[in-house]
């Protein structure tokens, strides 16, 4: 039924999910009606027919997005088996869940938001602003060693304005980069989602001198109207 890397089992012995829908059903549609918005008509009807959104809910997942790890993961192969994981902008907790299943018993999952989530067995859930003072040793304090994998799919309140949120996604990537370079063990990796176009330059520059190899990737979960991209360093060389 599932697969990764050909298909197989997780770190705990279990059959993995499927980073993939199995399929589609008949198209929804939605009519605006009452005080729904046409915006949030489109919204709606986007959710009903989203082949990720029924997936998730079938596999368990508190979002569409897990699939977007498991698709990165099943490429570059980075949540391995007993692996240390830091999850930055954890929810509603679908990275965590993705993790702790990948990572198995061995492994170690913290996940870190502002807003609240409701418990996940096997991961270590921070309910606070990862931009705060306190943050980074409160992560720390409880990693109590290194990591080997610091995950990041902040996203910063939209503003509606392109430019001005390009630059808030791209500090918060940045504020994730300095932190990698706290907690990482040589040869880490680094996933970290910024935004197609703008201000990406500097943050590539600075992520090619500190790791192995740096790749773009839009994985296929992502939706195709979403500027969206991740960056996936691998092989960090250590401080």
Not at 38 to 59: F, G, M
Not at 60 to 76: H, I, T, W
Not at 140 to 167: C, E, F, I
């Amino acid at each position: 039924m599932t697969q990764r890397r050909g298909g197989g089992r997780n770190a705990r012995g279990q059959e993995r999910n499927t980073a993939r829908p199995s399929g589609r059903g008949l198209t929804v549609r939605v009519k605006t009606a009452g005080k729904r918005s046409v915006s949030s008509t489109r919204w709606l009807e986007r959710q009903l027919n989203d082949p990720y959104v029924a997936e998730a809910k079938k596999q368990g997942y508190r979002s569409r997005a897990a699939f977007k790890l498991l698709q990165l993961d099943d490429k570059f192969h980075f949540l391995k088996a007993g692996a240390r994981v830091v999850d930055l902008g954890a929810a509603p907790g679908g990275w965590c869940q993705v993790a702790v299943d990948r990572v198995g018993e061995r492994g170690k999952v913290i996940g870190i938001d502002l807003l609240p989530m409701d418990p996940i067995p096997g991961a270590d859930l921070i309910e606070m602003d990862f931009m705060s003072e306190e943050a980074p040793d409160e992560l720390k304090r409880r990693l109590d060693g290194l990591a080997n994998v610091v995950l990041s799919d902040m996203a910063a309140s939209s503003t509606g304005h392109a430019q001005t949120d390009h630059l808030k996604i791209m500090a918060l990537a940045e504020t994730a980069h300095d932190f990698a370079k706290d907690v990482l063990a040589k040869g880490g990796a680094f996933v970290c989602k910024v935004l197609q176009g703008g201000a990406t330059g500097e943050l590539l520059k600075l992520l090619k001198r500190d790791f192995d190899e740096v790749k773009h990737v839009k994985p296929p979960a992502s939706r195709s109207d979403s500027a969206e991209i991740y960056v996936v360093a691998l092989g960090f060389r250590g401080p």
